[in-house]
């Protein structure tokens, strides 16, 4: 008994560090991440310069997940109600519309078209592909043993990592003050906690037993 009591209470400490990054990373998309443009700035195509185009728009979406993380997290502490089949529908489409949109953004990397040195065209690509597939790969293999509120964190996780290190290379030498690209030295910080959390509940799929994640908890 002690000890199931001071599992739950890790996991809630751990659970409230998570809905704390979940806010950071919601507060990052109005941050300046790079020249004074923010995350929501690329999405309306209000770059400097007027370069706006697809491409900032498609590689500032994926930081809006952060919204659905905060909800997620927000329902494990304060109820740990089961998500509805169409709640889990849509948090896996939002997952799956910014993997897709990851996967655009890569395109100018692969054909050698975006003005990147070789080593950070050959991360970029490492770590928005190579997350999202080896995620999307252990999600098939044993998602029917996560809980499903947690299956659909790991999903929108797993979407925020792979775009969230692709711009944090991308971007690891622009110029100018800590103000000016204060959403990137956030990011830097908060994409470690988000693949612990993430690492934790892939390691805990491969030990829990099937049995235990009919209740549909998150925890």
């Known amino acids: 008994m002690t000890s199931t009591s001071d599992h739950g209470r890790t996991r809630r400490l751990l659970n409230v560090v998570s809905l ?40 500032g979406a994926p930081f809006f997940l952060a919204f659905p993380m905060i909800w997620l997290w927000s329902r494990t502490l304060f109820g740990d109600r089961p998500l509805t ?4 529908w849509l948090v896996l489409m939002a997952s799956a519309l910014s993997a897709c949109g990851t996967v655009a953004v890569e395109v100018p990397f692969l054909l050698h078209l975006a003005g ?4 950070q065209r050959s991360l970029a690509i490492g770590a928005g592909l ?9 999600l098939l293999l044993r998602g029917r043993r996560i809980p499903p509120t ?24 622009a110029g100018g003050s800590v103000g000016s690209r204060s959403g990137w030295l956030l990011t830097l910080v908060i994409v470690w906690p988000m693949a612990a959390e ?22």
């Open 198 to 219: 993430l690492i934790g509940t892939f390691v805990g799929a491969f030990s829990a037993p099937l049995a235990s994640v009919h209740g549909g908890s998150a925890n």
């Open 85 to 88: 089949s169409r709640g889990r």
């Open 150 to 173: 947690r299956a659909c964190l790991a999903s929108l996780t797993a979407a925020y990592l792979a775009n969230a290190s692709l711009c944090l290379i991308v971007y690891s030498d």
């Open 20 to 59: 704390v990054v979940a806010l950071v990373a919601g507060a990052v998309v109005f941050l300046p991440f790079a020249v004074d443009t923010s995350p929501l700035d690329a999405v309306i195509l209000r770059v400097p310069g007027d370069q706006g185009n697809w491409w900032h728009a498609l590689i």
């Open 116 to 119: 990147t040195s070789e080593w």
């Open 130 to 138: 190579g997350i999202g597939v080896i995620c999307v790969a252990l």
